[in-house]
């Protein structure tokens, strides 16, 4: 059953990750490993994609819920719980900071420590991960483009113990199968090699 807090902060009844990517980097992959797993450990979940342009680089958006009970919301999700940013360039996307509040964790993919970042906004946590270098070091790329699907999934369960990286694997080894090994060990490098800040800068024009 969904336990009742992730690292100290106090869960609803349903948690709300809203995954933002861009075309090719497995963003509506890694919705569906991060359901998968909280299905495995008895928890209801869902995941969804949303498209904009159809071409490779464009943004996409993803969507995950978990919850205790049936899920029956089947929206978008427009204040998430956790925001995943699987690109550097979305910490300074606007779009992508919309509905966030001050209890919203934040995963991020980029070279910098969390403690080098100012945020456009305040949020409760900030995890960062180099997702991309993972991805170029282990060649998981299509069409030679770095995809950190899986290495944003373990940054996930570092900075919310949402769920097992058992579980994660399990899920992973079920939806990819021949390609499961080298993004099993993707994820768990990433989950090894993420920092967690509480409480994160924020760019002084927001302070």
């Known amino acids: 059953m969904l336990g009742s807090q992730i690292w100290g902060v106090r869960l609803e009844e349903v948690i709300e990750i809203r995954w933002h990517g861009r075309g090719g980097q497995g963003a509506v992959l890694a919705s569906r490993i991060a359901a998968g797993a909280a299905f495995l450990e008895g928890k209801w979940s869902q995941a969804f994609p949303f498209f904009g342009a159809e071409r490779r680089g464009a943004p996409v958006t993803a969507f995950t819920r978990i919850g205790n009970s049936p899920i029956r919301l089947r929206s978008q999700i427009y204040e998430p719980d956790i925001l995943v940013l699987m690109d550097p360039m979305f910490l300074n996307m606007e779009l992508a900071w919309r509905g966030v509040k001050p209890s919203t964790i934040v995963i991020a993919n980029t070279p910098k420590a969390p403690e080098e ?70 994820m768990r490098r990433a989950y090894e090699e993420t920092s967690v800040v509480e409480e994160p800068k924020v760019e002084e024009s927001h302070a």
Not at 120 to 138: E, G, K, Q, Y
Not at 139 to 144: H, Q, S
């Open 117 to 186: 970042i100012f945020l456009p906004v305040r949020v409760r946590r900030l995890a960062c991960v180099d997702a991309t270098a993972i991805s170029m070091d282990l060649n998981l790329k299509v069409a030679g483009l770095p995809v950190p699907n899986s290495p944003m999934v373990g940054a996930l369960i570092k900075g919310t113990a949402l769920f097992s990286v058992e579980s994660a694997e399990r899920a992973i080894r079920d939806i990819l199968r021949r390609a499961a090994d080298v993004n099993v060990e993707a």
